[in-house]
C-alpha cells in the first residue's frame, strides 16, 4: 500500500524556519518524482515544488521561490521542504504528492498533510 | 500563466440527483486537464484524468468530457459519500507550473 506520511508541522513565528519531511513506502520510492502542495485552511489547492528522480531538477511557484527548498533522499525513501522567512500567508495544510508516472502531470498519491501556522 | 475557473463555487443537490460541474481554462489546455475530489477532512484523489479517463478505483457513475478552454465532470447520481469539494487541475510544461481550480463543493440540499 502505497503511503506518504508528512512531519514536521507546528508553529512558528513570522520570519521563521521549518523543516518538513515525508516518508515514502509502499512503492519504489527512486521511480517516482514528487511534489509539495499546500492548502490554506478552508481555501483551495496550490501547488509549491516539484523534484525529479534524481534531485537534479527543481522547480518552484514564485510564491515561494527563493524561500523554500526541497530536496530528496532515495536512500531513506524520503522528501524535505526547507521553509524559511516564513509568513502568516504561508499557514495551511502541507501535502506530500507523488507525481502519477502513467499519466504526465497528475498527482496520484497524496499525503495526509501537515499543519503549519505562522503566527506571533 | 493558465488559470482555470470553476463554476459554480456550490452546488446543492441531493443523492440521486446528477451533478455537473464546469472548468474553463484561460487559454487552450487541449485535453491535459484532471479533476480531484477532497472529502472533508481527507486529502484530495485523482478522479479523472486527460479530460475524461476515470482513475484507477473510480466508479462509473464520475465522467470527464471537454477539451481545449471547457471541461466538464459529471457526476450521474449523487451518493453520500460524493458530497465533497472538486477541483480540476492542468500541468504546463513550460513554465513548468501545476495549476488548481479555486473547486467547486457539492453540498446536500
Known amino acids: 500500500e502505497v503511503q506518504l506520511v508528512e512531519s514536521g508541522g507546528g508553529l512558528v513565528q513570522p520570519g521563521g524556519s521549518l523543516r518538513l519531511s515525508c516518508a515514502a513506502s509502499?512503492?519504489?520510492?527512486?521511480?517516482?518524482?514528487m511534489n509539495w502542495v499546500r492548502q490554506a485552511p478552508g481555501k483551495g489547492l496550490e501547488w509549491l515544488s516539484y523534484?525529479?528522480?534524481?534531485?537534479?531538477?527543481?522547480y518552484y511557484a514564485d510564491s515561494v521561490k527563493g524561500r523554500f527548498t526541497i530536496s530528496r533522499d532515495n536512500a531513506k525513501n524520503s522528501v524535505h521542504l526547507q521553509m524559511d522567512s516564513l509568513r502568516a500567508e504561508d499557514t495551511a495544510f502541507y501535502y506530500c504528492?507523488?507525481?502519477?508516472?502513467?499519466?504526465?502531470?497528475?498527482?496520484?498519491?497524496w499525503g495526509q498533510g501537515t499543519l503549519v501556522t505562522v503566527s506571533s | 500563466e493558465i488559470v482555470l475557473t470553476q463554476s459554480p463555487a456550490t452546488l446543492s443537490l441531493s443523492p440521486g440527483e446528477r451533478a455537473t460541474l464546469s472548468c474553463r481554462a484561460s487559454?487552450?489546455?487541449?485535453?491535459?486537464l484532471g479533476w480531484y475530489q477532497q472529502r472533508p477532512g481527507q486529502a484530495p484523489r485523482l478522479l479523472i484524468y486527460?479530460?475524461?479517463n476515470r482513475a484507477t478505483g473510480i466508479p462509473g457513475r464520475f465522467s470527464g468530457s471537454g477539451s481545449g478552454t471547457d471541461f466538464t465532470l459529471t457526476i450521474t447520481s449523487l451518493e453520500p459519500e460524493d458530497f465533497a469539494v472538486y477541483y480540476c487541475?492542468?500541468?504546463?510544461?513550460?513554465?513548468?507550473?501545476?495549476?488548481f481550480g479555486q473547486g467547486t463543493k457539492v453540498e446536500i440540499k
Open positions: 504528492v507523488r507525481a502519477s508516472t502513467e499519466v504526465e502531470g497528475m498527482f496520484d498519491y
Open positions: 486527460d479530460a475524461s
Open positions: 509502499g512503492f519504489t520510492f527512486r521511480n517516482y518524482e
Open positions: 523534484i525529479s528522480l534524481s534531485g537534479a531538477t527543481i
Open positions: 487541475q492542468h500541468h504546463d510544461s513550460w513554465p513548468p507550473t501545476w495549476t
Open positions: 487559454q487552450s489546455v487541449s485535453r491535459s
